[in-house]
């Protein structure tokens, strides 16, 4: 679809995403997810912190707050709720960048990465974020009636 999307407005860069699905680690999904984003992301907010001086751990810290930051506003602006599930959800992201990335160096030739990718991210990550706020808006509306 978004091919299509982008033959019909006459866009430009058609790499919207890699195979993600073969991620071996959290880095290489964030790398491969939404490129559009990651370009953006490595362009205006890793490099600029390089440039001035940032150390690169710190640097990805901010870029992964940034995105948090708009995961959780494109969640409490709709939902009208302020709950930091999404928030959390990517901040989370940066400890299992670290502990995947061991993994796959302790197993180089391996898809352990791949399976504990799968794992985290459809049963702790999304399904998890998603339960919390239905939860959450189902117990504000019933307060509210």
């Known amino acids: ?5 982008a033959e019909l407005l006459q ?4 790499e919207f995403y890699k ?3 073969n991620a071996r680690t959290f880095e ?6 939404n490129m559009p984003v990651h370009k953006w992301m490595v362009r205006h907010c890793y490099f600029p912190c390089l440039r001035n001086g940032v150390p690169k751990g710190i640097a990805v810290l901010i870029a992964f707050l ?13 939902c ?5 599930w999404a928030f ?8 299992l960048v670290v502990i995947t990335n061991f993994i796959q160096r302790k197993f180089q030739n391996s898809m352990v990465g791949n399976m504990i990718f799968w794992f985290i991210f459809s049963i702790f990550g999304q399904p ?17 009636n």
């Open 1 to 5: 679809w978004l091919n299509i999307l």
């Open 11 to 14: 866009f430009g860069d058609r």
């Open 19 to 21: 195979d993600w699905w």
């Open 28 to 33: 290489e999904y964030w790398r491969m997810w």
């Open 66 to 78: 940034i995105s948090a930051i708009f995961h959780e506003l494109c969640i409490a602006v709709p």
């Open 80 to 84: 009208h709720m302020f709950r930091l």
């Open 88 to 95: 959390l959800g990517i901040m989370f992201q940066v400890p």
């Open 128 to 144: 998890m974020c998603v339960l919390l706020y239905y939860h959450d808006l189902m117990n504000w509306k019933n307060r509210s």
